[in-house]
Nanobody, 126 residues
Framework: QLQLVESGGGLVQPGGSLRLSCAAAGSTLAAYAIGWFRQAPGKEREGVSCQGSRAVTTRYGDSVLGRFTISRDNAKNTVYLQMNSLRPEDTAVYYC???????????????????WGQGTQVTVSS
């Protein structure tokens, strides 16, 4: 059973940066597709970034393209989301999710991800 734990959220000023971590336990994360999703109050869940199993593919949502970067450290069994040039509209709870053996990841099929973390709050405000 794969377990995911996010960390790294917090309060940051507009234009600032944060790095979110998604640490996995129970299985080797390299074999899983990983997705980062976010949900703001009153809004639908939005796909932010994903990476296919074995890092075959990487995708970004239009709203974060060029600002956010997804990466993996297989030795630490951890996936990261580096977020730069943060905006107030990036404020949300961020979740990482995983599903095994998806070389082509998806930002729209959130229901296809089997394992989810508990989420970490990111607040962008001056």
């Amino acid at each position: 059973q794969l377990q995911l734990v996010e960390s790294g959220g917090g309060l940051v000023q507009p234009g600032g940066s944060l790095r979110l971590s998604c640490a996995a336990a129970g299985s080797t994360l390299a074999a899983y597709a990983i997705g980062w999703f976010r949900q703001a109050p009153g809004k639908e869940r939005e796909g932010v970034s994903c990476q296919g199993s074995r890092a075959v593919t990487t995708r970004y949502g239009d709203s974060v393209l060029g600002r956010f970067t997804i990466s993996r450290d297989n030795a630490k069994n951890t996936v990261y989301l580096q977020m730069n040039s943060l905006r107030p509209e990036d404020t949300a709870v961020y979740y990482c999710a995983a599903v095994s053996s998806w070389p082509i990841c998806s930002l729209s099929r959130s229901a296809g991800y089997r394992y989810w973390g508990q989420g970490t709050q990111v607040t962008v405000s001056s």
